[in-house]
C-alpha cells in the first residue's frame, strides 16, 4: 500500500472506533510514515500463521491490527485488556509474529518483575514476547528515538525530550541493550521516519560542524527480533 492509501484506512478505522476528528488528523499527520514503513515490514517478514497485535490503547494502534485484517492477513489477534507487565494469559510458543507499536515506552517499572534477570518491565515485556512466540517466530517492535532530530529540537525550545505521558525513551544502543538481555536474536534495528522540516536543517549542520553522527536520527525506532 502507498502512503495515501495507508492514510485513508487509518482515518476510516479511528473514526470506527470514535476518535475526535481533530486528533486523527494529528495523529495521521505525524504517524502516516511509521505506519507505512512498518506495514512494508509485516508484507517482507510475514510467512503466515498468526499475528498478536499489543496495542498502546483501542481505536489507535489498534488501528494497525485492524488494516491487516482488511488487507486479508486472517488470524489476527489482539491482546485485550490485561496488564503487558504481568504474566500474559497466553500459552507458550503460540504466534508466528508479534506487532508492538508504541507501548514500549509506556512500561513503568513494577517492583514486582524486578530479579536479577528481569530487572525492570522492558525486558519482562520482550521476555513474555519470546515466551509466547513459536519458533523463529518474528517481533516487530517501534518506539521513540529519544536521539532523533525532533527530540534534539524540543530540548533546544526548551521542552521536555519526550512526551509528558511517557515512562520513558529509548536510544538506537539503549534499546539494543535490552533486546540482547531478553535472549531474542536482534535481525534488524533502525530508524524511520526521516522526514526533517526545513526548521530542522539547522541541526542537521550542527550535528555535522561538531562531528556528531547523523545516523539513527529518525524519530521512531524499528526493531525486528526472532525467537532463536
Same mark, same amino acid.
Given at each position: 500500500? @502507498? ?24 495523529? %495521521? $499527520? ?31 494502534? $489498534?488501528?494497525?491490527?485492524?488494516? *491487516? ?14 496488564? %503487558? ?14 506487532? $508492538?507499536?508504541? !507501548? ?14 528481569? &530487572?525492570?518491565?522492558?525486558? &519482562? ?7 509466547? *512466540? ?10 521513540? @528515538? ?11 525550545? @526548551? ?18 541493550? *535490552? !533486546? ?8 534488524? *534495528? ?5 522526514? &526533517? ?8 549542520? &550542527? ?15 524499528? $526493531? ?5
Amino acid at each position: 500500500m @502507498n502512503n495515501e492509501q495507508i492514510k485513508n484506512m487509518m482515518t476510516q478505522h479511528m473514526t470506527k472506533w470514535g476518535i475526535p476528528e481533530k486528533r486523527i488528523i494529528e495523529i %495521521v $499527520a505525524q504517524d502516516n510514515s511509521r505506519f507505512k514503513e512498518t506495514y512494508d515490514e509485516v508484507i517482507k517478514l510475514f510467512t503466515g500463521g498468526s499475528i498478536l497485535d499489543i496495542s498502546v490503547g483501542k481505536g489507535w494502534e $489498534a488501528t494497525f491490527g485492524s488494516i *491487516l485484517t482488511e488487507k486479508g492477513f486472517s488470524d489476527v489477534n489482539f491482546f485485550g485488556d490485561g496488564d %503487558v507487565r504481568d504474566k500474559w494469559d497466553i500459552e507458550s510458543d503460540s504466534y508466528n509474529m508479534i506487532l $508492538a507499536m508504541e !507501548i514500549f515506552e509506556h512500561l513503568i517499572v513494577k517492583e514486582s518483575n524486578r530479579d536479577k534477570n528481569m &530487572f525492570d518491565s522492558s525486558i &519482562f515485556f520482550l521476555k513474555e514476547c519470546k515466551r509466547v *512466540l513459536k519458533p523463529r517466530g518474528i517481533l516487530i517492535l517501534t518506539t521513540p @528515538n529519544v536521539c532523533s532530530i525532533q527530540r534534539i529540537r524540543d530540548l533546544m525550545e @526548551n521542552r521536555p525530550p519526550y512526551y509528558h505521558y511517557h515512562w520513558r525513551e529509548y536510544s538506537f544502543n539503549s534499546l539494543k541493550y *535490552l !533486546i540482547d538481555q531478553s535472549n531474542l536474536e536482534l535481525v534488524e *534495528l533502525k530508524t524511520i521516519s526521516h522526514e &526533517f522540516p526545513d526548521k530542522d536543517k539547522v541541526i542537521l549542520d &550542527f550535528l555535522k560542524v561538531n562531528n556528531c553522527s547523523l545516523s539513527n536520527r529518525g524519530k521512531h525506532l524499528l $526493531a525486528v527480533c526472532k525467537k532463536k
